[in-house]
T-cell receptor, first 109, second 115 residues
Framework: KNEVEQSPQNLTAQEGEFITINCSYS?????LHWLQQHPGGGIVSLFM?????KKHGRLIATINIQEKHSSLHITASHPRDSAVYIC???????????WGAGTKLIIKP | GAGVSQSPSNKVTEKGKDVELRCDPI?????LYWYRQSLGQGLEFLIY????????KSGLPSDRFSAERTGGSVSTLTIQRTQQEDSAVYLC?????????????FGEGSRLTVL
């Protein structure tokens, strides 16, 4: 079992839909990161969470430390949101980032 | 600079040659991370620095890989006697501190192709 599990692996939705990507982890963490990678592009950090909820524009990220679960939500999705979204847990013991496999999101106009 | 800078952006080399990749983090960021992403694969942790110190080198794939950071700023990742399986995009990231003390900022990566 991977230490960081993401779901779904692939997600196709229509423009305007509400999107949820889930991440579960099994290690003790100091922080959880949500990252975005566009095709052929670099990686951009969206959120760093150690508790609670953060919001930035149409993006919302939540984390439940007790349940070891985090979610990334996109409201009013747009084709430009199409990218791979990666959940990465920073291991508390050695600060190593453990990456999820990523969720490939396609938003159709 | 304003962001994390990596060089070269592209490097093509022959098998057996040594390569050096450079990362210039955001000024004032004490933590620096190296990752690599092979074609179709996820991100693989290589090493991180807190200041000039690298507490955990377990992610380096072999003893052909080494990294150093001097002055708490620029870091170089050196691959000796490159092999074809070393071909990947090597990414550098920096943050103000380790753990939950800083958001990660990534460079654009150095694409290494070993022929």
């Amino acid at each position: 079992k991977n230490e960081v599990e993401q779901s779904p692996q692939n997600l196709t939705a229509q423009e305007g839909e509400f999107i949820t990507i889930n991440c579960s982890y099994s290690v003790g963490i100091s922080a959880l990161h949500w990252l975005q990678q566009h095709p052929g592009g670099g990686i951009v950090s969206l959120f760093m969470l150690s508790s609670g909820k953060k919001k930035h524009g149409r993006l919302i990220a939540t984390i439940n430390i007790q349940e070891k679960h985090s979610s990334l939500h996109i409201t009013a999705s747009h084709p430009r949101d199409s990218a791979v979204y990666i959940c990465a847990a920073m291991r508390h013991s050695n600060y190593q980032l453990i990456w999820g496999a990523g969720t490939k999101l396609i938003i159709k106009p | 600079g304003a962001g994390v800078s990596q060089s070269p952006s592209n490097k093509v080399t022959e098998k057996g040659k040594d390569v050096e990749l450079r990362c210039d983090p955001i000024s004032g960021h004490t933590a620096l991370y190296w990752y690599r992403q092979s074609l179709g694969q996820g991100l693989e942790f290589l090493i991180y620095f807190q200041g000039n110190s690298a507490p955990d080198k377990s992610g380096l794939p072999s003893d052909r890989f080494s990294a150093e950071r001097t002055g708490g700023s620029v870091s170089t990742l050196t691959i000796q006697r490159t092999q074809q399986e070393d071909s990947a995009v090597y990414l550098c990231a920096s943050s103000q501190g380790v753990g939950n003390t800083g958001e990660l900022f990534f460079g654009e990566g150095s694409r290494l192709t070993v022929l």
